[in-house]
C-alpha cells in the first residue's frame, strides 16, 4: 500500500534514497530533504511496507496567486502504477486556491500533464550547472 502525506516528520535520511535518477550531478540526501523542508508545498508518497519514500512533488509559491512545481519524481521501480498521478492530484488541490500553477518539463512528459488540464506553453530558463548538486 502507498501511503500518500504531506508531513516531513519522522522522514530520515535513510528513507530518502534512489531519487534525481540521470542528473549528471545529483544533491545529496541532505540536500534532498533540505528542499523538501524549504519548499511552500510538498507530496510524498510512501510505500507503507518498507517506509521508503517512493515519490515526491514539491511547490514553491507566494499563497497569492501563483505557484511553480519544481520537482516531481517517482523511483523507476514505482512508474506506471498511477503514483505520479496521485502527487499531481494531491499538489493541484493544495494549490485550488491559486491562479497560476506553471512548471517545466520535457517534451515526452506533456502528454502526462494534459490529463490534468495543463496546456503546452513557452517557456524560458537558465541553469546554472556547477550548482546542480545544491553544495
Ligand atoms: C513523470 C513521472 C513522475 C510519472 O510518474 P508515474 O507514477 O509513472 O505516472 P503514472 O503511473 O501516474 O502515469 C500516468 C500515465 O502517464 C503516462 N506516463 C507516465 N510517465 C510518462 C512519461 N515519462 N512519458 C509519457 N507518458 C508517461 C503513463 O503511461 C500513464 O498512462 P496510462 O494511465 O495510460 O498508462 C515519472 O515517470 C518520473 O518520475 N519520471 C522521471 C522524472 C520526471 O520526468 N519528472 C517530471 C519532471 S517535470
Redesign the pocket.
Known amino acids: 500500500m502507498i501511503r500518500y502525506t504531506t508531513s516531513l516528520e519522522h522522514i530520515d535520511n535513510s528513507q530518502l534514497d534512489g531519487f534525481f535518477?540521470?542528473w549528471p550531478n545529483p544533491p545529496s540526501i541532505t540536500k534532498h530533504k533540505e528542499l523538501l523542508e524549504k519548499s511552500s508545498y510538498v507530496w510524498l508518497?510512501i510505500d507503507q511496507d518498507t517506509e521508503q519514500v517512493i515519490?515526491f512533488?514539491t511547490a514553491i509559491s507566494d499563497d497569492v496567486l501563483s505557484a511553480y512545481?519544481?520537482?516531481?519524481?517517482?523511483?523507476?521501480s514505482?512508474?506506471?502504477?498511477?503514483?505520479?498521478?496521485?502527487?499531481?492530484k494531491h499538489m493541484l488541490e493544495s494549490l485550488q486556491h491559486l491562479y497560476m500553477i506553471d512548471?517545466?518539463?520535457?517534451e515526452?512528459?506533456?502528454?502526462?500533464?494534459k490529463?490534468f488540464k495543463m496546456f503546452e506553453c513557452k517557456a524560458m530558463c537558465f541553469r546554472n550547472y556547477n550548482r546542480q548538486s545544491g553544495q
Open positions: 535518477v540521470g508518497a515519490g512533488i512545481i519544481p520537482f516531481l519524481e517517482v523511483l523507476p514505482y512508474q506506471k502504477q498511477g503514483i505520479g498521478t496521485e502527487l499531481v512548471l517545466l518539463c520535457d515526452e512528459v506533456t502528454t502526462f500533464y490529463r
